[in-house]
């Protein structure tokens, strides 16, 4: 069965980094387009960026541009989200999410498999 395994998260003080990983299993990992998404406290969740199956082509939202790097290895069905100049507001469970269609999309409703999330703290 399909599973999404992260992992990755903790403690870092603000402007520190970060490197979550999402490991995958129980389909072919290089043929679907993948994407983090995170929930802080009390919040919705909002998309942070995806990479399409490749890995060639990714797209961020923009509250991560320039920061983060999405990247992924096939070979050992990995995929990472670098997290630098880290903030408070980015403290949220960060989960990764495997899209139903060969396309980006922000939209919850298109990923159909979901890991469990890694817990990001950034604080002082």
Same mark, same amino acid.
């Given at each position: 069965? +399909?599973?999404?395994?992260?992992? $990755? !998260? %903790?403690?870092?003080?603000?402007?520190? @980094?970060?490197?979550?990983?999402?490991?995958? =299993?129980?389909?072919?990992?290089?043929?679907?387009?993948?994407?983090?998404?995170?929930?802080?406290?009390?919040?919705?969740?909002?998309? +942070?960026?995806?990479?399409?199956? $490749? !890995? %060639?082509?990714?797209?961020?939202?923009? @509250?991560?541009?320039?920061?983060?790097?999405? =990247?992924?290895?096939?070979?050992?069905?990995?995929?990472?989200?670098?997290?630098?100049?880290?903030?408070?507001?980015?403290?949220?469970?960060?989960?990764?999410?495997?899209?139903?269609?060969?396309?980006?999309?922000?939209?919850?409703?298109?990923?159909?498999?979901?890991?469990?999330?890694?817990?990001?703290?950034?604080?002082?």
């Amino acid at each position: 069965q +399909v599973q999404l395994v992260e992992s $990755g !998260g %903790g403690l870092v003080q603000p402007g520190g @980094s970060l490197r979550l990983s999402c490991a995958a =299993s129980g389909f072919t990992f290089s043929s679907y387009y993948m994407s983090w998404v995170r929930q802080a406290p009390g919040k919705g969740p909002e998309w +942070v960026s995806a990479i399409n199956t $490749g !890995g %060639g082509s990714t797209r961020y939202a923009d @509250s991560v541009k320039g920061r983060f790097t999405i =990247s992924r290895d096939n070979a050992k069905n990995i995929m990472y989200l670098q997290m630098n100049n880290l903030k408070p507001e980015d403290a949220a469970l960060y989960y990764c999410g495997r899209a139903q269609e060969e396309e980006f999309s922000n939209a919850l409703i298109d990923y159909n498999y979901w890991g469990k999330e890694t817990q990001v703290t950034v604080s002082s």
